[in-house]
């Protein structure tokens, strides 16, 4: 094949696999909507929702019974699941699993829930078919030098893009399990970063630069990665408060004095993160704002402080709660792509 094709299949290869990163990376948006609106078993079923291929609008079109018909079949899932944890020896957490109440709740059918959790769930769809056009091109020209290279990163993502899938499931089948969640959210990380790894093979996402730092981007990203795990751990115990009703202290504001050490952590940690952005920032200050990663994530950072205050002020509001989540993705992925970017020893492009 002519160089020219194939650096026009590379540049398509680029074109949708960015269109991958996008849509996974909107699912961040869509997952805190879902989480923020507690619409996480707004379809009791997975893949479908209450049966049908597209949420029903009315609870008059489902049985009288669809509380005990969807409990029974989840319960069914959750039964194979926890057989599947004894036989791998984790007994005690498919017990665990067998004794939480939360286990026997039906699902009451709401239909803004629904169609949130649905949407989520197209978009998660979306992912996989992009996923899919991307392993056709690298699979169609798989000798081109740049696809070797990138293949590799491709075939992990794609291959945590479906343990994800089937994780959402567990999370359906485990009535949102504390954990279960968290595990979910960091694993679409890592199929991030693996689709983004496999495009910046081919073609740079970002321009390289030759500034000798590519160490403090792997500081950076290293701390931002800590600080979202976190995060999505604090996450679950403002769920654990709000279910004992004790979301609230004394002055009305976030019940933050019965939160372990971990939140004291990712709340104060921020602050080196708005530090760090600022140091890379000026030490690359020869290129503008718009495109300096350094001062572009001091600012977010900055902002994510904000939206901190905010939680604890206004006690976790569901709007802040989405902003949250996309700003710290947002935080992740650009210094992701801050590391991938500045290299060490290397003549720019």
Known sequence: MPSTDNSRLLNIYRRIGLLTCSSVFLLFLFGGWVRATGSGMGCPDWPKCFGQLAPPTDAQDLPENYKEIFLNKRLKKLNRFTSTLDKFGFHNRAELIRKDPKMLEPEEFHPVKAWIEYINRLFGVLSGLLAVAMGALITYRITIPEFKSSRWWYFIGFVLLIVNAWLGSLVVTTNLLP???????????????????????????????????????????????????????????????????????????????????????????????????????????????????????????????????????????????????????????????????????????
């Open 179 to 349: 954990g279960m969640v968290s595990l979910h959210f960091l694993l679409s990380f890592l199929c991030l970063f693996s689709f983004i790894r496999s495009v910046h093979s081919v073609r740079p996402i970002l321009p390289i630069h030759n500034l000798s730092s590519k160490g403090n981007w792997r500081k950076l990203w290293v701390l931002i990665f800590i600080l979202v795990i976190m995060g999505t751990w604090s996450r679950e115990q403002v769920d654990l408060l709000r279910s004992l009703g004790t979301l609230s202290n004394d002055e009305g504001i976030l019940n933050f004095q019965s939160m372990d050490w971990i939140f004291t952590i990712h709340r104060y940690a921020s602050i080196l993160v708005v530090f760090l952005g600022i140091y890379l920032g000026w030490n690359h200050r020869q290129i503008l704002y718009k495109k300096n990663l350094g001062f572009i994530l001091a600012s977010v950072a900055f902002l994510q402080i904000i939206l901190g205050a905010f939680h604890m002020i206004y006690v976790v509001p569901p709007s802040v709660q989405i902003l949250h989540v996309v700003f710290g993705s947002a935080l992740l992925t650009l210094s992701y792509l801050g590391l991938l970017s500045y290299k060490n020893n290397e003549i720019s492009n």
